[in-house]
Every structure is written in C-alpha cells, then in structure tokens.
C-alpha cells in the first residue's frame, strides 16, 4: 500500500500569511494527488487534482506543486474561511489512501 | 444539482450489522465510480471500499474486506454499504464520494452519516 505522510499535522497563522503544507508518497505516484478541504460537519471539497489543477470554483490562490513523491499545497493570502483542515490523497492505486490531515487554525 | 446524501447510521452493538444508503442525484451512478470513506473520531480520512462505473470492479480496504460490501441499485441511483461483524474501530463518520474519471478524483461527497460500535 501507498503511504501518505503529510507536515505538519497542524500549524497556526494570521489572515494574510502564506501557507504551505507537505504531502510526501512512500513511492512515486506521477501526477495522481489530490487535495481536499475539510471543515467539521461538512462536507470534504475538492481543490486541486492531479498536483496542479484547480479545481472549478476555487479561489486562485489555492495552488499545488510537486511531482514523484513530494507535493506541496499553498495558499497564498489565508482568508478567514480558509481555516480548515487540508489532506492529500493519491489516486494512482487502490488502496486510495490519505494523508493524515493538517489542521490550518487562527493565530 | 449534483448532491450525495447518506443515511442508515447509527448505533449497533459489536458483531452486528448495518447498511448505509447514499442517494445520488443529478447524475447517474451508471456512469461514475463511487467510493465509501469514513473519518473515526479525531482521526484522518480512510478510503473504505470502490466501485466502478459500470459495478463490474469492486476495492476495498484491507481494514473491512470481507466485512464489508458496496453496491448499487442503478434503478434507485442509489449506492450502498453492507457492514457486518462491525468492531469498536468501525466507529466513523461514513460517506460517500463520487469519482471523476477525467481527473482521477473526488469531486462530489455527501456530509456523511454516524455509525457508532458499542455495547
């Protein structure tokens, strides 16, 4: 099974900073990693799939990187609403597994 | 509009069994694979179970296969989840997902539905 490993687990920031956060797969997955948003009691929404593609409707200032086994999420300009948690997820082979979360909160 | 409901959790003790719906609307589950995942408390997301477009291929982890069972009932566009021998760690928040070939991802969820293993 693939292994996701993601860094850190939680981090605190201000309206305004520049985040990023880390995805690292126990073997190389090409361009199958996506990554979600997820707040308590919704629903997990989708922001960028296949590495770098935004998905529809979602501000620009989500983007992904990365290629191989090591991935990054940012988001530049954190807005209120972008505090959440945020996991990756390889699609490449099944088991489809997550990333454990990183939790963005309020400094 | 494209929107997954979940339904059918709830309490059972340890060993029972359970079947969770999950209501697909604007779109035919004929033509998307779907997959179950489930967040136990405090924990992260755990894929669970696939099935493809067409139910002729079926995943599952190895956490509850042969436990469990995902279906579907296209004339409903209804996809489902048989759970039996459930365990303590079956404890989650259940739901499911709609896979986007084209892009190799989850794009549509449901907000899920509590399954809770207890005696």
């Known amino acids: 099974d693939i292994q996701m490993t993601q860094s850190p687990s939680s981090l605190s920031a201000s309206v305004g900073d520049r985040v990023t956060i880390t995805c690292r797969a126990s073997q190389t997955i090409n361009k199958y990693l996506n990554w979600y948003q997820h707040k308590p009691g919704k629903a997990p929404k989708l922001l960028i799939y296949?590495?770098?593609s935004l998905q529809s409707g979602v501000p620009s200032r989500f983007s992904g990187n990365g290629s191989g086994t090591d991935f990054t999420l940012t988001i530049s300009g954190l807005q209120p609403e972008d505090f959440a948690t945020y996991c990756c997820q390889q699609s490449y082979s099944s088991p489809f597994t997550f990333g454990q979360g990183t939790k963005v909160e309020i400094k | 509009q494209v929107r997954l409901v979940e339904s059918g959790g709830g309490v059972v003790q340890p060993g029972g069994s359970l079947r969770l719906s999950c209501a697909a609307s604007?779109?035919?589950?004929?033509?998307?694979?779907m997959h179950w995942v489930r967040q136990a408390p405090g924990k992260g997301l755990e894929w669970v179970a696939f099935i493809r477009f067409d139910g002729n291929n079926r995943y599952y982890a190895d956490s509850v296969r042969g436990r469990f069972t995902i279906s579907r009932d296209i004339s409903e566009n209804t996809l489902y989840l048989d759970m039996s021998s459930l365990r303590a760690e079956d404890t989650a928040v259940y739901s499911c997902a709609k896979e986007e070939g084209e892009i190799d991802a989850f794009d549509i969820w449901g907000q899920g539905t509590m399954v809770t293993v207890s005696s």
């Open positions: 296949g590495v770098s």
């Open positions: 604007g779109f035919t589950l004929s033509s998307h694979a």
